[in-house]
């Protein structure tokens, strides 16, 4: 049966934030430290202190585990790790981001923009500052530091299979400026020299197409569970239901064959990138 995203509340102001944060002040307060005492044992400022106690800032891992050891918490601040982590994505991807970074092999269909673990933080800059409703500078930049931490995931070993189809629309599109634009290009054609990796592009000139109903992406863990998610307006969905991954991998094996090999496509975005 497929299993539709259902999270608990992790924005900013709200939720586990909310309850990290009153752990800290109650922890901070029974250690006798004000704000900036914390924060000089810590390497952070007591206006950041109060950020986290306020939920208005997701506290990093390190920070986490210093205040746990510098308060004498007895690793009750620690174990919230992995839910501040969670934190840093929206509600609506928490679950695919956990799955993805335990994938061993990966398949995305991409539609709007590059996806984004092969975007440099400029072009993700610009996307996440696109958005609508409009986020607030540090949503934007807690997001987009997870979105590049997710990156990671090309220095794992043993290293995963990577694969990507994007729209050649995706790539026309001068998300950023140009400057953006260019570096992104360029960071494809660097990305796509890793053995583990291959990225091909669908032409618009292509007559048939098997992804007009949207993007998606596929994951096959070390258990063999093959799983698949598919997003769209911030509504998203985690596919485990064995029939419907089945057909979206015949989706994607489709649109392999329609698109350009990775060679064409490796010579495409020099072309692009040659006449601007």
């Not at 840093?88 to 061993?104: G, I, S």
């Not at 969905?237 to 490796?266: C, D, F, K």
């Amino acid at each position: 049966m497929d299993d539709e995203v259902q999270q608990p509340e992790y924005e900013v102001g709200t939720g586990m934030l909310c309850l990290f944060g009153r752990q800290l002040k109650l922890f901070r307060e029974r250690a006798g430290m004000d704000r900036a005492k914390l924060g000089s044992r810590t390497g952070y400022s007591a206006s950041t202190i109060a950020s986290f106690e306020q939920a208005r800032r997701i506290p990093p891992p390190k920070f986490i585990d210093r205040a746990d050891q510098v308060l004498g918490a007895g690793g009750v601040l620690s174990a919230s790790k992995e839910e501040m982590a969670r934190a840093q994505y929206p509600a609506f991807f928490r679950d695919a981001a956990k799955l993805e970074a335990e994938a061993v092999v990966l398949h995305v269909f991409a539609t709007q923009a590059v996806p984004g673990l092969l975007q440099t933080p400029e072009y993700g800059r610009a996307v996440f500052a696109m958005w609508l409703p409009q986020l607030d500078e540090e949503v934007i930049e807690q997001r987009l530091a997870a979105r590049l931490a997710r990156q990671g995931i090309f220095d794992r070993r043993p290293a995963p299979h990577l694969s990507f189809v994007i729209e050649e629309a995706v790539l026309l599109r001068p998300l950023g400026g140009a400057a953006v634009w260019r570096g992104q290009l360029e960071q494809l054609l660097l990305i796509k020299e890793r053995r583990n990796v291959e990225i091909q592009v669908m032409p618009l000139s292509r007559q048939e197409h098997a992804g007009l109903a949207g993007p998606f992406t596929l994951m096959e863990m070390k258990d063999g569970r093959r799983i698949a998610y598919a997003e769209v307006q911030g509504d998203s969905r985690v596919h485990t239901e064995r029939q419907r991954v089945r057909e979206l991998e015949r989706t994607y094996g489709t649109l392999r064959a329609q698109a350009h090999t990775p060679a064409e496509s490796h010579a495409l975005i020099e072309k692009l990138l040659g006449e601007r």
